[in-house]
């Protein structure tokens, strides 16, 4: 167990803002996580868990103590004649478990390639992208009772996820620590192709039928022409939630603006993307003092350089200002501000 005083989280969050936290614990097993919450403090607290830090902005130190797991390790737990379960360590890398179960024949994540983040995160996030969710795969989360150091078990139906929305950042939030997830994958290929630009990317190409390999190199494709890469710009990706309104609130804005992207969730909701609205009030591309929004994707902010998580906080408050004025819509940050 790695275990650090006045620790820089540069390394840490993929905005590439500085911030020391007061104490920085990496375990690498159970015994880990349960050694150390057994012998917590309250000076040890507030807690901070987490991932790989792609969904982060820092905008001071951290008087508490930051947690971060290292736990590896990919195990068949189960398999029956149409699926396959793997459990996961919460410290591997996601889009490592996306392309090993690839690799292997199974299904289900393709469309999920290329998310930042770990595999603990998925489950806490509920990651999406492109129509599917980390929640169609979850089926258990394991984890550390951080009031007890006893492990638990979490259903997929426990965890109550919703769109980018689970337990864990609710009501469950410091609670647990989470070791393990376990995935379901499908063996027979049922590509969702229906969503972005999925089916004309793969058209582009001449593809009208994907093998599972050829559909997760395009959606890799995608992101990376649309996506900075963090280590260059630093970014949290997606940076805003896209909202949900109302049939009537849509119906109201598509007579205004004709044309307006959409997905329908159900009979009475509508999605928005919130980068087109971002985009109409004239923010893609642009800057407030070194804190930006991306040229090519306006619902991800950037880092031009030495940004301070201030900076960026400036610019996402006056984004949702300006969106607010121009439709009527409140949208909400996707990434957690410490």
């Known amino acids: 167990m790695k275990d650090l005083k006045n620790y820089n989280l540069l390394a840490h969050n993929t905005f590439g803002i500085d911030g020391l936290c007061r104490r920085f614990v990496e375990f690498g097993d159970v015994d880990d996580v ?11 607290r507030p807690l901070l868990i987490i991932g790989a830090g792609s969904n982060l902005l820092l905008t001071r130190d951290f008087t508490g103590t930051v947690l971060h797991s290292a736990i590896k390790g990919r195990e068949v737990v189960k398999r ?16 490592d478990i996306v392309a090993y179960a690839v690799d292997n024949g199974w299904h289900g994540a393709e469309n999920l390639s290329l998310i930042p983040g770990e595999v603990g995160a998925s489950a806490v996030q509920n990651i999406g992208a492109y129509g599917v969710e980390a929640k169609d795969l979850i089926t258990k989360v394991e984890a550390v009772d951080i009031a007890t150091g006893n492990v ?6 426990d965890c109550k996820y919703a769109y980018r929305q689970s337990r864990f950042k609710n009501e469950w939030k410091d609670h647990y620590v989470i070791t393990h ?3 379901c994958f499908s063996l027979n290929f049922c590509p969702d192709l229906d969503y972005g ?3 004309h990317s793969l058209e582009e190409q001449g593809i009208s039928k994907p093998t599972a390999q050829q559909l997760r190199q395009t959606i890799i494709n995608i992101r990376e022409a649309k996506l900075p890469d963090p280590k260059v710009m630093g970014n949290a990706g997606s940076f805003f939630m896209n909202p949900v309104v109302g049939r009537d609130v849509y119906e109201r804005l598509a007579a205004r603006y004709e044309g307006m ?4 969730v159900d009979a009475e909701h509508i999605k928005i993307p919130a980068g087109w609205m971002i985009e109409q009030c004239g923010w893609k591309g642009a800057s407030l003092g070194r804190a930006g929004v991306h040229d090519r994707q306006a619902l991800v902010l950037v880092n031009r350089g030495g940004a301070t998580g201030e900076e960026v906080v400036a610019l ?3 984004i949702i200002e300006d969106v607010r004025n121009k439709f009527g819509i409140e949208i909400h940050p996707e990434v957690n501000v410490i």
Request: net charge neutral; hydrophobic share 30%; aromatic share 14%.
């Open 34 to 44: 349960q050694t150390f919450v057994r012998t917590l403090t309250e000076a040890d």
């Open 80 to 95: 029956s004649d149409k699926k396959v379960w793997l459990r996961c360590g919460s410290g591997e890398t996601w889009d």
């Open 152 to 157: 638990v078990e979490m259903t997929n139906e």
């Open 181 to 183: 997830v376990t995935y």
């Open 197 to 199: 630009n999925i089916r």
């Open 261 to 264: 992207p959409h997905y329908v």
């Open 316 to 318: 996402y408050k006056r």
